[in-house]
C-alpha cells in the first residue's frame, strides 16, 4: 500500500468488526491503498496510537474524511462500535457506502437506510471499479443530523402510555413514518421536553425517521425565527441559506426537507404565530413534526394531541425511590409525597434530589422522608397540589425549590445559583461563563454544577459539551428572589468577566456564550453606549460571524440597533444585504461592509470601517469605493422563485405580483407575511407583468404567449397567442386595452373585451451588446440588429453605421492599427478599416456564434464561439485559422478571452471553467475550476494573475502559478465585463449597468 504524504487526512475510514470482517476490510485497504494517486484510506489497526481513547481517534478519523467504506457482517451489524461510526458519519454528511463481507445478510437485521442502500461486492469486477470511481470524488450524501438533547437514562422515569400513544401516531402499521403534525400538551414541568427526547432517541424512531431527527426549542420569547429556520436547514444541507426574511427562510427549510423522511421536534411553543413558520410544508414533505406547548389555543384543530399531565402513582413513586436504596416500608408515605406534589414532574425531581442528598450523608431514608415532610409543611404546602391551578404550582414550585436550596453548602452557593438566573430562557450556559461569572476556577465552577445537578436544580449539564441549562419554571422564580436592581449588578460582573478573559478586546472572544449573548447582557444592564460601540466593532462582528453564523450576527442588529440611520443600523442593514454572500464566504464580511458604506453615512462609521480595511488580507479584492447596493432605500427582501426574477407589477390592493425564469408568477401580500400564492400555465419563463383596471393581471412569456389571470375566481388563465418570438414587455392602454412587445421585433395591441386579433406595429432594432474604445477616444458599440455604431462624443454628432453582418454582434476588439474586429452569431468575424471606408474583410471559420475576441502581441487575432472552440487568425498571412479544443477544450460554449503577458491565452465558458492555453507549447489547456454559473468576463493583472467574472455574482482572483484560486467577492448581479487598470485595480461592469471598481490588496512582505 503506498503511504500517504506526511499530515494528509484519510478521505476513507474502513469499518467493520473484527472477528469476521477483517479479511474484507484488508482488502478494502489494498484497493484503496494502491489506487493512483492513493485514496487515503484509514483502518484502526493501521491508524490507532496508543495512549489515546479508541473513540476519540476514530471520531477525528471521520471527521476527516469524506467516505466511510462500511463492511457488512453479521458482526458487523450487531457491533455497537460499528453502528457508532455509521451513525456518527451520517451525522457529519461522510458518504457511507456498504460492501459485502460474506455472502448472505439478513435484511431484517440493518436499518432501514442500509436496506435501500447499494451493497457493493468486490468479487465482481464491476462493483470495485464503481466503488473506487465513487471514493475517487466528493460524497453526494447528505448530511443526517441527530438534534434531540442528551437523555440521561439515569434519570428519567419511563412513561410508555405516552410514548406508545405518540409512535402510533408517527408511524404506520408497517413501521414506517407518517407525514403528520403530532402534539405534546401538558403544564410546564410535567416532562414533555425529557418525553420528546426519549421518543427521539429510541431505536424505532431513529430508524424510522433515518434522513434526520431535528430539533428547535421556541419559548415564551422566541429569537428571531428566521435565524432558527436558517440553522436547521443548514444542518441538513451543510451550508446556510443566507436568507433574510421570513419567507425566504420558511421556503429554505421546506427546500432542504423535501423528500426527506426527518423527525422536527418543535419544543416549547407558546404562540401559534411563532409556531406557523415551522410548519410550512414543501410540495414533496414527508417530514414528521412534533410540537411541545402549555397551550392547547396554539394548535390548529388538525394536530393530533398527547396529553402529558400528572404522572401516573406507579411513575411518581419510581422517580421518588430513584438512587434511594432499600426504602422498605415506606411505600404509603412515599406515595403520600407523590400526591402532596401533585404527581408533577418538576417537584419529584427536587424531592428526589433533596431526598438523595440526605441520605448521602448518612440519614436513612425515613428520616430523610420526614424532614423534607416537615419542611414542606414549613413553607406552607400543607395539602395536595392542584397540579390544573397556575397560581398553586407556582406557589409550589416556589416553596420546594426553596427547601432544594437550602441543601446546598453555603450562601455562596445559593448565590451561585441564583445568578444563574441572568441567563437567556433556554440557554446553553458554558461552564466557562459561568465561572467568569462567579470568579472562580473552573474546576471549582465544574464541581458546584455537579452539585446543582445532584439536586435537580439544573435542566441539563454535560459535562462533555461543558453546558448547562436552568428549567425556565425555576429561572423566574430565581429572578424575581434577586430583583431588578441586583439582576443589572450581576449583568455589569458577567460583562466584566468576559472583557477580562478577552483582554478588552472583544474580537477575541471565544466563549460561545458570550458570543451569543453580550449584546443582551449589555442591553440588561443598561450600557447603552458600549453596546453600540460593540455593533460596530468590525473584529467582533468577524468573531461572531465566524463563531456563530450569519443569522446570530443580524440578530442583534435587529433587536438592538432601532435608531433609524444610526450607524448601527446602517451596518445592519449593510450586513442583510450581504447575507447571500457572508452565508457561505464569512471572510468578505470588511469587503461588503466597504462596499456598501461610507463614513459620511452617518457618524460613527469612519472608524468603523477603518477597522473593517485592516481587516482585509492579503490577495483579498477591495471596492474602491462603495459601488454595490447601498443600505436605504431596500428594507425587504422577498425570496421564493427558484430562479431569476424578471419583472413586478403592484396590485390596487397593495400585493405584489413577479414573474421569473421558473415560468411561475407569485403574489406577494406584504402585510400579513404569508407565503406567496403561485400562478403555473406558462411553458416557459415569464418576461413581463402589468394589471388591468380591473386587478386582473396580464403576463407574458418566453412561450410567446400572454395570459390574463383573474385572482379572484382563480379561473384558468386566458391565452392570448400571435407573436413569433418571447414576449419581452407588456403594458395597459388608457383603454383597457393591452400593448406586448416581442423578441420578434413586433408590438401587438391586444383588446380583451371584442378578442379581435392583434394589431401589429413593426420597426424595432436590437440593443446595444458590446463596446471597445478606439485610440482616438472615439466609441464603437455592436447590437443585436447586425450593425455597429461608431460614437464621438466630443462632437456628438449622430453615430457612423457600419452594416454587414447578418445577424447580432457580440464582440469587439482594437487592432494596434485602428482597425476594428468584430464577431456575430452569424459565426463569422469582420475587420473594419475606418479611415479607409472600405467594406470589412470577413473571417469564416467557426460552426457557431462568435462569442468573444481579442488580439495577441504579435497582432493575431483569437477567437471564441458558441461551438466550444478558439481559433488564432493570422491576418497578415491570411493562412486558415488554427482551431483549439476541439477535444481537450470547453464543454459548452466559450464566452470571453483575455491574452497574459507571456501570450498564452485565458478563456472562460459556459461550463463554469477557464482555461489557459499555451500556444507555442500547444500541450493540452490548464483547467480552473470554481464558479458555481458559467464565466462572462476575464481580464488580466499586470502581476500575471487573473480576476473573473460569472453570472454566479462572483469575482475571482487566479494565481496560475499556484494554479489556485487566491479570492472571491460576491457582488449583487452577475457579471457583465471585468478590466484591469494599472497598477493593481479592477474595474467591473455587472448586469445591472453598475460599475465597480476595486483593488486587490498586496501582499505583506
Known amino acids: 500500500m503506498k503511504q500517504l504524504p506526511p499530515g494528509q487526512a484519510a478521505r ?43 473513540w476519540r481517534q476514530a471520531a477525528a478519523a471521520i471527521d476527516g474524511a469524506e467516505h466511510l467504506v462500511l463492511v457488512l457482517t453479521p458482526a458487523a451489524l450487531a457491533s455497537e462500535n460499528c453502528e457508532k461510526e455509521w451513525s456518527y458519519a451520517r451525522e457529519r454528511g461522510v458518504q457511507v457506502s456498504p460492501v459485502k463481507g460474506v455472502a448472505r445478510l439478513d435484511d431484517a437485521a440493518m436499518p432501514r437506510w442500509m436496506r435501500a442502500a447499494h451493497r457493493f461486492n468486490l468479487n465482481i469486477p464491476e462493483h470495485r471499479v464503481r466503488l473506487l470511481r465513487g471514493l475517487e470524488g466528493p460524497p453526494s450524501t447528505r448530511q443526517v443530523p441527530f438534534m434531540a438533547p442528551l437523555d440521561d437514562e439515569g434519570r428519567f422515569i419511563e412513561r410508555p402510555a405516552e410514548l406508545g400513544e405518540l409512535i402510533k401516531l408517527l408511524l404506520n402499521s408497517s413501521g414506517d413514518p407518517v407525514a403528520i403534525t403530532a402534539a405534546l400538551r401538558g403544564a410546564g414541568g410535567f416532562g414533555k421536553t425529557a418525553l420528546a427526547a426519549r421518543l427521539c432517541r429510541g431505536d424505532v424512531i431513529r430508524d424510522a425517521f433515518y434522513d434526520g431527527i431535528l430539533w428547535t426549542t421556541l419559548g415564551e420569547k422566541p429569537g428571531d425565527p428566521v435565524a432558527a429556520l436558517a440553522d436547521l436547514a443548514k444542518e441538513l444541507t451543510g451550508e446556510s441559506p443566507g436568507v433574510t426574511t421570513l419567507d425566504a427562510a420558511k421556503n429554505a427549510l421546506a427546500k432542504a426537507l423535501d423528500n426527506r423522511k426527518c423527525l422536527l421536534v418543535i419544543d416549547d411553543a407558546w404562540s401559534r404565530g411563532d409556531l406557523e413558520p415551522f410548519l410550512h ?18 394548535l390548529g384543530e388538525s394536530i393530533r394531541r398527547v396529553p402529558v399531565d400528572a404522572m401516573r402513582p406507579s411513575e411518581s413513586g419510581a422517580l421518588l425511590r430513584r438512587g434511594l436504596g432499600d426504602a422498605a416500608g415506606l411505600s404509603a408515605r412515599l406515595d403520600a409525597l407523590a400526591e402532596r406534589l401533585g404527581h408533577w414532574p418538576l417537584l419529584l425531581e427536587l424531592a428526589n434530589g433533596v431526598l438523595r442528598n440526605d441520605t448521602a450523608l448518612g440519614q436513612s431514608v425515613e428520616d430523610a422522608l420526614t424532614d423534607l415532610e416537615n419542611s414542606l409543611t414549613l413553607f406552607g404546602l400543607t395539602g395536595a397540589l392542584r397540579s390544573y391551578d397556575d397560581e398553586d404550582r407556582r406557589r409550589s414550585a416556589d416553596g420546594t425549590l426553596n427547601i432544594s436550596m437550602s441543601r446546598l453548602s453555603s450562601d455562596g452557593e445559593r448565590d451561585r445559583y441564583r445568578s444563574l438566573s441572568i441567563f437567556a430562557e433556554d440557554a446553553e450556559i458554558t461552564l466557562a461563563s459561568a465561572a467568569a461569572l462567579w470568579k472562580c476556577h473552573s474546576i471549582d465552577a465544574k464541581n458546584t454544577c455537579k452539585r446543582l445537578y445532584a439536586l435537580s436544580l439544573l435542566r441539563d449539564l454535560d459535562l462533555g459539551r461543558g453546558i448547562l441549562r436552568l428549567h425556565d419554571v425555576f429561572r423566574l422564580i430565581l429572578q424575581e428572589q434577586l430583583g431588578e436592581g441586583r439582576l443589572a449588578e450581576l449583568n455589569t460582573a458577567l460583562i466584566e468577566a468576559w472583557r477580562t478573559a478577552c483582554g478588552g478586546e472583544w474580537a477575541n472572544l471565544k466563549d460561545a456564550c458570550a458570543l451569543q449573548y453580550l449584546p443582551a447582557h449589555l442591553h440588561q444592564a443598561g450600557e447603552a453606549r458600549a453596546l453600540n460601540a460593540l455593533l460596530l466593532d468590525a473584529g467582533w462582528m468577524e468573531a461572531k460571524l465566524q463563531g456563530l453564523g450569519l443569522q446570530a450576527l443580524l440578530k442583534d442588529y435587529g433587536s438592538f440597533a432601532t435608531e433609524a440611520s444610526s450607524a448601527a443600523t446602517l451596518v445592519g442593514q449593510a450586513l442583510t444585504l450581504s447575507a447571500n454572500a457572508l452565508a457561505s464566504h464569512r471572510h468578505e464580511l470588511p469587503a461588503q461592509l466597504l462596499g456598501r458604506l461610507t463614513p459620511e453615512d452617518a457618524p460613527g462609521l469612519g472608524a468603523c470601517l477603518a477597522a473593517a480595511r485592516r481587516r482585509l488580507g492579503a490577495g483579498r479584492l477591495e471596492l474602491v469605493r462603495p459601488s454595490l447596493t447601498p443600505p436605504g432605500p431596500e428594507v425587504l427582501r ?32 406584504l402585510a400579513s407575511g404569508a407565503p406567496p400564492r403561485r400562478l403555473e400555465g406558462h411553458e416557459k419563463g415569464v418576461s413581463c407583468v402589468a394589471v388591468l383596471p380591473d386587478g386582473r393581471i396580464v403576463s407574458g412569456g418566453e412561450d410567446r404567449t400572454l395570459r390574463v389571470w383573474d385572482l379572484a375566481s382563480g379561473a384558468p388563465p386566458r391565452r392570448l397567442e400571435g407573436h413569433e418570438g ?48 478606439l485610440p482616438d477616444g472615439r466609441i ?14 466630443a462632437s456628438g454628432a449622430p453615430p457612423r453605421r457600419l452594416e454587414g453582418h447578418e445577424s447580432g454582434v457580440n464582440c469587439l476588439a482594437v487592432l494596434p492599427d485602428g482597425r476594428i474586429v468584430s464577431g456575430s452569431y452569424d459565426r463569422t468575424l469582420r475587420v473594419w478599416d475606418l479611415a479607409s471606408g472600405a467594406p470589412p474583410r470577413r473571417l469564416e471559420g467557426h460552426e457557431g456564434g462568435v462569442t468573444c475576441v481579442a488580439v495577441l502581441p504579435d497582432g493575431r487575432i483569437i477567437s471564441g464561439s458558441g461551438d466550444c472552440t478558439l481559433r488564432v487568425w493570422d491576418l497578415a498571412s491570411g493562412a486558415p485559422p488554427r482551431r483549439l479544443g476541439h477535444e481537450e477544450g470547453h464543454e459548452e460554449g466559450v464566452t470571453c478571452l483575455a491574452v497574459l503577458p507571456d501570450g498564452r491565452i485565458v478563456s472562460g465558458s459556459r461550463d463554469r471553467t477557464l482555461r489557459v492555453w499555451d500556444l507555442v507549447s500547444g500541450v493540452p489547456p490548464r483547467r480552473l475550476e470554481g464558479h458555481e454559473e458559467g464565466v462572462t468576463c476575464v481580464a488580466v493583472l499586470p502581476d500575471g494573475r487573473i480576476v473573473s467574472g460569472s453570472d454566479d455574482r462572483t ?45 486587490l490588496i498586496p501582499d505583506c512582505k
Open 12 to 54: 476513507i475510514f474502513i469499518s467493520y468488526a473484527r472477528s469476521d470482517g477483517e479479511d474484507v476490510a484488508r482488502e478494502v485497504l489494498r484497493l484503496t491503498g494502491e489506487h493512483n494517486p492513493p485514496l487515503a484510506p484509514w483502518l484502526d489497526h493501521e491508524g490507532l496510537e496508543g495512549g489515546e481513547d479508541w
Open 281 to 298: 410544508r414543501g410540495p414533496h414533505d414527508q417530514t414528521a413534526r412534533l410540537v411541545t406547548t402549555r397551550d392547547d389555543r396554539v
Open 638 to 669: 422577498l425570496e421564493g422563485h427558484e430562479v431569476g426574477v424578471t419583472c413586478v407589477a403592484v396590485l390596487p390592493d397593495g400585493r405584489i405580483v413577479s414573474g421569473s425564469y421558473d415560468r411561475m408568477l407569485r403574489v406577494w401580500d
Open 726 to 773: 418571447r414576449v419581452d414587455c407588456v403594458a395597459v392602454l388608457p383603454d383597457g386595452r393591452i400593448v406586448s412587445g416581442s423578441y420578434d421585433r413586433t408590438l401587438r395591441v391586444w383588446d380583451l373585451a371584442s378578442g379581435a386579433p392583434p394589431r401589429r406595429l413593426d420597426g424595432h432594432e436590437g440593443g446595444v451588446t458590446c463596446l471597445a474604445v
Open 780 to 793: 464603437v458599440s455592436g447590437r443585436y440588429d447586425r450593425t455597429l455604431r461608431v460614437w464621438d462624443l
Open 955 to 999: 469575482l475571482r482572483v487566479w494565481d496560475l502559478a499556484a494554479g489556485r484560486r487566491l479570492s472571491i467577492l460576491h457582488l449583487d448581479a452577475g457579471l457583465a465585463a471585468v478590466a484591469s487598470l494599472p497598477p493593481n485595480r479592477i474595474v467591473a461592469f455587472d448586469n445591472l449597468g453598475r460599475l465597480h471598481l476595486l483593488r
